[in-house]
């Protein structure tokens, strides 16, 4: 079992900066893709970001060059550096996580969620 914990979220005015982090405990053999999603009300969980265990990227077209996704292996911990942030920003971010297990097989894992308020 993986237990994510999730911070950094809360109210920033536009054009504001804020950086989310993620740490993965509990039985973990291997930490695989890390990612981040996002979801505001009334709309579906979108992924923003997603970074693979090699250090691969890739980012939704709405939040290209504001937000850069990093992860450091020890601990297990994904970041979301988000710039330039915007109202429509605004949304709970969740941080997404593949396990690897001793035979190989995948699982995935959600976080809590945060907040984040983009609002002058």
């Known amino acids: 079992q993986v237990h994510l914990v999730e911070s950094g979220g809360g109210l920033v005015q536009p054009g504001g900066s804020l950086k989310l982090s993620c740490t993965a405990s509990?039985?973990?053999?291997?930490?695989?893709?890390m990612a981040w999603y996002r979801q505001a009300p009334g709309k579906q969980r979108e992924l923003v970001a997603s970074i693979s265990g090699g250090g691969s990227t890739d980012y939704a077209d709405s939040v290209m060059g504001r937000f850069v996704i990093s992860r450091d292996n020890a601990p297990n911990t994904v970041y979301l550096q988000m710039n330039s942030l915007k109202p429509e920003d605004t949304a709970v971010y969740f941080c997404n996580v593949e396990s690897l297990d001793s035979n190989w097989s995948k699982f995935y894992y959600w976080g809590q969620g945060t907040q984040v308020t983009v609002s002058s």
């Open positions: 509990g039985t973990i053999f291997s930490i695989n893709a």
